[in-house]
């Protein structure tokens, strides 16, 4: 395996997004949406990082059979909490294409948030079939398959504390 992206990196990483997210939101309390499996790592030192009021809420999406993407978005999990008039912020771990997200945005507008803000740790330019604005972005990467720090294959590797490459590909 090829480490893309060390530990250390990613942390540092982490720390800036937490406090341009404290300097965005002071004085409000605004809701986190991780986004199932992949993004819990990146949440959770991500909210180490928020020293802010918060509120934590996940969805479950899916568009991925093993490798690749099968082009059809599912909602496993829907969110519970209300979003109305709400400022929200949706934590993704990575951005491929962005019909996930696109997907997750046009639900959640449906239910009249305040304010939508997008962070992803990582994000595939080259694979982008949708436009995507990040308010918040860790590493652009390149079209690789990554696993590691929350991203897997097949559910294995998220346990892994840095993002590399499986067998360069």
Same mark, same amino acid.
Request: proline residues 1%.
């Given at each position: 395996?090829?480490?893309?992206? &060390?530990?250390?990196?990613?942390?540092?990483?982490?720390?800036?997004?937490?406090?341009?997210?404290?300097?965005d939101y002071q004085n409000k309390n605004p809701i986190i949406i991780g986004? +199932?499996?992949?993004?819990?790592?990146?949440?959770?030192?991500?909210?180490?990082?928020?020293?802010?009021?918060?509120?934590? #809420?996940?969805?479950?999406?899916?568009?991925?059979?093993?490798?690749?993407?099968?082009?059809?978005? &599912?909602?496993?999990?829907?969110?519970?909490?209300?979003?109305?008039? @709400?400022?929200?912020?949706?934590?993704? #771990?990575?951005?491929?294409?962005?019909?996930? +997200?696109?997907?997750?945005?046009? @639900?959640?507008?449906?239910? &009249?948030?305040?304010?939508?803000?997008?962070?992803? +740790?990582?994000?595939? @330019?080259?694979? @982008?079939?949708?436009?995507?604005?990040?308010t918040y972005l860790g590493f652009n990467i390149p079209r690789v398959f990554?696993?590691?720090?929350? +991203?897997?294959?097949?559910? &294995?590797?998220?346990?892994?504390?840095?993002?590399g490459v499986v067998n360069g590909k």
């Open positions: 395996m090829h480490i893309l992206i &060390k530990e250390e990196t990613i942390l540092q990483k982490v720390k800036e997004i937490g406090q341009k997210i404290n300097d986004v +199932l499996k992949g993004s819990f790592m990146f949440l959770s030192d991500l909210l180490k990082e928020i020293n802010i009021p918060v509120e934590v #809420d996940f969805v479950s999406v899916s568009s991925y059979d093993g490798k690749k993407s099968s082009g059809e978005v &599912k909602l496993g999990q829907d969110i519970s909490s209300d979003i109305t008039d @709400r400022d929200i912020i949706v934590v993704e #771990d990575i951005v491929d294409t962005g019909c996930t +997200l696109r997907f997750l945005l046009d @639900r959640f507008s449906e239910l &009249k948030p305040r304010s939508v803000a997008i962070c992803s +740790l990582l994000n595939k @330019r080259d694979a @982008r079939q949708v436009d995507i604005h990040f990554v696993v590691g720090y929350g +991203l897997d294959q097949s559910n &294995k590797y998220r346990n892994l504390n840095f993002i």
